[in-house]
């Protein structure tokens, strides 16, 4: 069939619509109508060609909801005209990952997926008879996508694909970091660095997890008066501070750090100053943000000799399959606030204008409606 797709057809240039083929789905596939996607830093990430698993010419986007169009040999559960989200982060239940219980990084079509295609080793698009590369398992920037049936979740058909989307990563990403990865606890003290979709989304995790202070960091001022409506506290510029080490800045305003904090920017420097804020003797800080090829972390280990905790996490831990479902329904019973993160919509062929709006940080979410 013939779909409409914004086109990556080599790093560093905009996208391009046009009308790409799509096969028909095949054993353990699923053909989806994306109504909706998000655009995540992650796609611009990928874009810029810093992505040591990037490939061109591929259709990019992580973030979408849809309804199923029709499912090839053995699906079993979804079937034609389901609302889903499709996932980057796999759910199989039956690989070693899944079956530990410790993770939600499921492996069932990992390799594949880093290698642009479908778990047979093939790829579902093409260009004027010339294969396109799949994204992340997902491809939301095109309005017909194949994936594999153990990354959709199957969702509540009344929720409003224009918002929950955003639980196709960003705000699952930044909610699920706090809960389960994190496990902030009522009067913890939070940084967070970096207020984009991610982060704010961390800061609305961290009041719901009751913390007491809730610092937000950007070097944006403009992001400020969102955080302060998902429950920041502070809200903090580095630029503020001449050449004082942010690090320092928030020790000195905590007493002995914070008990959590988050990177969500992307940058390695920044990953350190948020290690180096987290409170003496136990404090932790999680790395959310995905820093470039080639791009390494580092701090003196007395900074962990003394304590402190260094982790990451990939989708906020959330099982995909399992847990999104729920998230939908507290996003529909307002427990979870995403109206806020959708600053923006636009049709496909403003999706190059969505990352404009992302790099000038004039929005939090694009959301393209198809
Ligand atoms: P975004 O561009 O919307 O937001 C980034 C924010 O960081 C902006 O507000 C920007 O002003 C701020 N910033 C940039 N440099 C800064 C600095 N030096 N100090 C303070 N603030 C600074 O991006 P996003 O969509 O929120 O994504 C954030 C990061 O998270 C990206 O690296 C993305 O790839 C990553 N990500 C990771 C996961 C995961 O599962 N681990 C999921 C989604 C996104
Ligand atoms: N491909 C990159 C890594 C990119 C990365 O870390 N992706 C995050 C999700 S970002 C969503 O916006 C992730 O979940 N990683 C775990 C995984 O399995 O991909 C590289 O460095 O090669
Ligand atoms: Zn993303």
Same mark, same amino acid.
């Given at each position: ?20 083929? !799509? +096969? ?11 109504? %909706? ?23 990019? #986007?992580?973030?979408?909801?849809? =309804? ?5 040999? #053995? ?25 530990? #219980? ?25 260009? +004027? ?49 706090? %809960? ?11 940084? !967070? ?11 609305? #995790? ?29 809200? =903090? ?11 320092? !800045?928030?020790? +000195? ?9 988050? *990177? ?31 791009? *390494? ?61 992302? %790099? ?11």
């Amino acid at each position: 069939m013939k779909s409409r797709a914004a086109v990556a057809f080599a790093a560093g240039q905009p996208l391009q619509i046009v009308e790409i083929d !799509v +096969e028909p789905p095949r054993k353990g596939e699923v053909l989806v109508k994306i109504t %909706h996607t998000g655009v995540c830093h992650t796609d611009a990430f990928t874009l810029s060609g810093d992505d040591p698993e990037g490939l061109f010419p591929a259709v990019l #986007g992580h973030e979408g909801a849809g =309804i199923v169009v029709e499912v090839g040999e #053995g699906v079993t559960s979804v079937k034609p005209g389901d609302h889903v989200i499709p996932l980057y982060t796999a759910e199989c239940g039956e690989c070693l990952f899944c079956k530990s #219980g410790k993770t939600n990084l499921c492996v069932a079509v990992r390799a594949t997926q880093g290698k642009g295609v479908m778990p047979d080793g093939t790829t579902r698009f093409s260009y +004027e008879g010339k294969p396109i590369y799949h994204y992340m398992g997902c491809s939301t920037f095109s309005e017909y996508t194949v994936v594999a049936e153990v990354s959709l979740a199957k969702i509540n058909p009344d929720a409003n694909p224009e918002q929950v989307c955003l639980l196709g990563c960003g705000v699952t990403t930044g909610i699920g970091a706090v %809960h389960n990865t994190a496990k902030v606890q009522p009067g913890d003290t939070v940084a !967070v660095f970096g207020l984009g979709g991610i982060g704010l989304a961390v800061v609305q #995790g961290a009041r719901q997890a009751k913390a007491g202070r809730i610092i937000a960091i950007d070097m944006n001022p403009e992001k400020f008066e969102l955080a302060k409506v998902f429950g920041a506290t502070d809200c =903090i510029n580095p630029k503020d501070f001449g050449d004082k080490p942010i690090q320092q !800045v928030i020790v +000195e305003m905590t007493g002995w750090g914070v008990d959590h904090s988050f *990177e969500c920017i992307g940058n390695v420097k920044v990953m350190r100053a948020a290690l180096e804020c987290a409170h003496r003797g136990w404090g932790q800080s999680i790395i959310i943000g995905v820093a470039g090829a080639g791009q *390494e972390i580092s701090t003196r280990p007395f900074q962990l000799v003394t304590g402190r905790k260094w982790m990451g996490t990939a989708f906020g831990g959330v099982k995909g399959r399992s847990q999104l479902p729920g998230m939908v329904e507290d996003a529909m019973k307002g427990e979870i606030d995403l109206a806020p993160f959708v600053t923006h919509t636009r049709p496909l062929e403003g999706i190059n204008e969505a990352f404009d709006l992302m %790099h000038e940080g004039k929005s939090i979410r694009t959301v393209i409606g198809y």
